[in-house]
């Protein structure tokens, strides 16, 4: 089954305790994405990646790192966590770079809570 | 920058009724607007994607339409049913490797 998936989907930790948060797609895509959804800001965008080894800065990466070691994985890294990180975080992938015609496919979601 | 808003930011209406939401963008210069359902406590599902070349899109009891000259998308329902329940999201492809959402509007089918 085609899926993005993401690990853990609950986290509850502590300010300044370093967390990783996983995505992997199976679906061979090219471009790769990272969300907060904050209640009255909406969707944001963290990073993106259009491949392998290319990532680039979103609307809000402050306090956040990103990796693309491989196609299939872009794992979302809080290097101090801080309460205002605490979020619903959303892995996004599509088969492109441009997704002006590519269908993005969301994971379920990482609902993290920083103490 | 572009911004999307999305009114209302809920809509309740009885099952069987026909129903628009609305998605407003302010700027023109967008490759795509796309449309998703977000159900509680899950991720996004993708429902419809307008190229910027086009006008509208269908699938099954929905339909998209899009008017970039007046910076509007529309999402109509038809016949609604409760399962429809969820949170409607439109986005607009701000550029080749992003998108910016809307606030979203929360539906509520009641049967």
């Known amino acids: 089954e085609a899926q993005v998936t993401q690990n853990p989907r609950y986290l509850i930790t502590v300010t300044g305790k370093k967390l990783t948060v996983t995505c992997s797609q199976n679906?061979?895509?090219?471009?790769m994405s990272w969300y907060r959804q904050d209640p009255g800001l909406g969707l944001r965008q963290i990073y993106y990646?259009?491949?392998?080894?290319?990532?680039d800065k979103g609307d809000v990466p402050e306090g956040y790192k990103v990796s693309r070691k491989e196609k299939r994985n872009f794992p979302l890294i809080l290097e101090s966590p801080s309460p205002n990180q605490t979020s619903l975080y959303f892995c996004?992938?599509?088969?492109?770079?441009?997704?002006?015609?590519?269908?993005?496919?969301f994971g379920p979601g990482t609902r993290l809570t920083v103490l | 920058k572009q911004e999307v808003t999305q009114i209302p930011a809920a809509l309740s209406v009885p099952e069987g009724e026909n129903l628009v939401l609305n998605c407003s963008f302010t700027d023109s210069a967008i490759y795509n607007l796309q449309w998703f359902r977000q159900d509680p406590g899950k991720g996004l599902t993708s429902l419809l994607l307008?190229?910027?070349?086009?006008r509208e899109q269908t699938s099954g009891r929905l339909n998209a339409s899009l008017d970039k000259s007046s910076g509007r998308s529309t999402l109509y329902i038809a016949a609604s049913q409760p399962g429809d329940s969820a949170t409607y999201l439109c986005?607009?492809?701000?550029?080749?490797?992003?998108?910016?959402f809307g606030k979203g509007t929360k539906l509520s089918v009641i049967p």
């Open positions: 679906m061979n895509h090219e471009y």
């Open positions: 986005a607009s492809g701000a550029g080749s490797y992003q998108l910016t």
């Open positions: 996004a992938s599509s088969l492109g770079g441009r997704i002006s015609t590519d269908t993005q496919y």
């Open positions: 307008i190229q910027s070349s086009q």
């Open positions: 990646s259009m491949n392998v080894e290319v990532t």
